[in-house]
């Protein structure tokens, strides 16, 4: 039954997906329902399964590997995807009201949000190094058209750049891949443990491989396509680039790293990783303090955030896995509320210029709390989500004596709080707030509370944090320090 | 020099092009013909490494390059179709110019 469940959540977003470009579009609304609705149900009995016996694999249509493609789920996977699975849900609310079945784009939007659903749900799941590159191509391609969708020429442009640099790192993968195998003759990423030795040919096909990815996870210096894209796309488009697409690339990074060649020395290459990932909180936590626009300071801070994710690699314990691993699940909450927040301004105020939005704390208050809720954990601040990963984070540099890592955790989460501050201040803290009339209050709608809903899952994730770090502490990979 | 070092050395020289083809033109049509080159050069690698070793083909590699050229031929539908659009849009089909700061103030 787990086989024929996993099968599902997989297949039944993608037939949504036919469906809602084939069938009339009066069916487009029971489509939609029909994609997203039932996951959850059917990710009860994998989690089950998970809990019960740790790993679980498919071999699809039965063949083993080497030669047929293989499906596992761990604890890790397991939590991807119930992460993919709740935040797309949650973001659909928003997209929802934003793009309605009568949109002009709905019938555009709809069918590649749920390929895009359906491809990070089978890129998780999926243990076959090309069928991983499939998946990523899926995830991609779909993302660059959800950019694109509204046809505005910024949009256009951003989505333009994105593909050309998200093909080249798609090659650069597919190359690893190819030198991979006509070494080892095997695709399964949990085989490459016993039979790739670091000569020179596969360090060459790794390094290919992390840097292909690295671009798609927009890591600093290899950032520059993702502000543009992510802060000209459509709402909920932003929200789940930033909550998951790229995150989906970092994951793969870890599970090549910590599961595919567990046995070579790599501290001088984990400490690469680790300074990319400090120069990403820096560069883009500064570069969030300058920009003019909400969307775009938002984007930067996704650059910014992303650089926690690689810190796992110097650091590589029990303590960091864990703080990673819940950064990406808050960050994913975090940033996701920040973005609908953020479309809700730009569509109540028509734009989302900085010095222009004084007042609409005003006029949109639930939009500002979401905004805030968000900004509360991405700062790192008791009790949310994040202050738990960023603590997480510290402890496991504190454990190892590393104080530079240390540091750079603590000035991290001040230049979130500059950043964001400036944000706040700008909207709350204006002269006609003191004197003059309250204006007028926009009623909420389902966009705000999607927004709301968000926001309070990134504070609530602080109190709920047990389940969760107990499932990735039984999903650590072989051979990880404690 | 056996057929597999030709392929090799085939598809080095190929993903070389395709990279400074990708680096240099402006044109996106160029840019996007540049990357078709250099998915070339690493279908030739991957055809190479299905050479038969002890008297046996190796299907795996050749299921992976059909598959590749699937995906490839999409990427660049999905990618012309994008660059009409801009063109459209925009009056241009490359991205050296850059975005016009927005002026709504």
């Given at each position: 039954m787990t086989t024929e469940a996993l099968a599902l959540i997989v297949f039944l977003p993608l037939l949504a997906a036919a469906g809602a470009v084939v069938l009339p579009r009066t069916w487009l609304r029971l489509n939609i329902r029909l994609g997203l609705m039932p996951l959850p149900l059917l990710l009860v009995l994998p989690t089950l399964e998970v809990l019960e016996s740790g790993t679980y694999r498919v071999l699809l249509a039965g063949h083993a590997a080497p030669?047929?493609?293989?499906?596992?789920?761990?604890?890790?996977?397991?939590?991807?995807?119930?992460?993919n699975v709740g935040m797309t849900l949650l973001v659909s609310l928003h997209a929802n009201s934003s793009f309605p079945?009568?949109?002009?784009?709905?019938?555009?939007?709809?069918p590649l949000w749920l390929m895009l659903f359906a491809g990070m749900n089978a890129l998780v799941l999926s243990?076959?190094?090309?069928?991983?590159?499939?998946?990523?191509?899926?995830v991609t391609l779909t993302a660059i058209g959800l950019i694109a969708l509204e046809?505005?020429?910024?949009?256009?442009?951003?989505?333009?750049?994105?593909?050309?640099?998200?093909?080249?790192?798609?090659?650069l993968y597919l190359l690893g891949v190819g030198l991979i195998y006509g070494q080892t003759g095997v695709l399964d990423l949990y085989m490459l443990a016993d039979l790739l030795d670091p000569g020179w040919l596969a360090v060459t096909a790794i390094a290919l491989m992390i840097v292909g990815l690295l671009i798609k996870a927009a890591i600093f210096p290899l950032h520059a396509w993702l502000p543009a894209?992510?802060?000209?796309?459509?709402?909920?488009?932003?929200?789940?680039?930033?909550?998951?697409?790229?995150?989906?690339?970092?994951?793969?990074?870890?599970?090549?790293?910590?599961?595919?060649?567990?046995?070579?020395?790599?501290?001088?290459?984990?400490?690469?990783?680790?300074?990319?990932?400090?120069?990403?909180?820096?560069?883009?936590?500064?570069?969030?303090?300058?920009?003019?626009?909400?969307?775009?300071?938002?984007?930067?801070?996704?650059?910014?955030?992303?650089?926690?994710?690689?810190?796992?690699?110097?650091?590589?314990?029990?303590?960091?896995f864990q703080g990673a691993s819940y950064h990406l699940l808050s960050h994913g909450l975090a940033k996701a509320a920040m973005f609908l927040a953020a479309a809700n301004i730009l569509k109540g105020m028509g734009t989302d210029r900085l010095q222009r939005l004084a007042g609409v704390d005003q006029r949109m208050p639930l939009d500002v709390f979401a905004l805030a809720l968000g900004g509360v954990s991405i700062m790192g601040l008791p009790p949310s989500g994040g202050f738990l990963a960023k603590w997480l984070f510290l402890e496991a540099a504190w454990q190892m004596k590393a104080w530079g890592w240390l540091t750079l955790v603590a000035v991290g989460g001040l230049l979130a709080a500059a950043y964001l501050f400036r944000v706040l201040a700008v909207v709350c803290l204006h002269?006609?707030?003191?004197?003059?009339?309250?204006?007028?209050?926009?009623?909420?709608?389902?966009?705000?509370?999607?927004?709301l809903l968000l926001g309070l899952g990134a504070i609530l994730a602080g109190f709920a944090s047990a389940p969760i770090l107990d499932l990735v502490e039984a999903g650590l990979p072989p051979g990880l320090a404690p | 020099m056996d057929s597999a070092t030709v392929y090799v050395l085939a598809a080095a020289v190929l993903f070389g092009v395709g990279v400074h083809g990708l680096i240099v033109s402006v044109h996106l049509m160029r840019k996007l013909f540049a990357i078709n080159i250099m998915g070339s050069a690493i279908f030739i690698l991957l055809v190479a490494t299905s050479a038969p070793i002890s008297g046996q083909t190796d299907p795996i590699p050749q299921a992976l390059v059909l598959t590749g050229i699937v995906i490839a031929v999409s990427a660049t539908a999905f990618g012309l179709a994008l660059m009409v659009r801009m063109c459209q849009e925009t009056g241009?089909?490359?991205?050296?110019?850059?975005?016009?700061?927005?002026?709504?103030?």
């Open positions: 030669l047929g493609i293989s499906w596992q789920l761990d604890p890790l996977s397991l939590l991807m995807l119930w992460l079945a009568d949109n002009e784009h709905a019938h555009r939007f709809w243990a076959d190094l090309f069928n991983i590159y499939v998946t990523l191509e899926l046809g505005k020429p910024p949009a256009l442009r951003a989505a333009m750049r994105y593909l050309l640099l998200a093909l080249l790192a798609s090659l894209a992510h802060g000209n796309a459509p709402g909920p488009v932003s929200a789940i680039l930033s909550a998951m697409v790229v995150k989906v690339s970092i994951y793969l990074i870890w599970r090549l790293w910590f599961w595919g060649i567990p046995h070579w020395d790599l501290d001088q290459a984990a400490l690469l990783l680790g300074l990319l990932g400090a120069a990403a909180i820096v560069y883009g936590s500064l570069a969030a303090l300058v920009q003019q626009r909400l969307k775009m300071v938002i984007a930067y801070s996704t650059v910014a955030q992303l650089g926690y994710l690689l810190l796992l690699f110097p650091l590589a314990s029990t303590l960091a002269p006609r707030r003191r004197n003059g009339q309250p204006e007028e209050r926009r009623t909420p709608n389902l966009a705000s509370v999607a927004a | 241009n089909a490359s991205l050296a110019v850059e975005d016009e700061p927005e002026n709504d103030d």
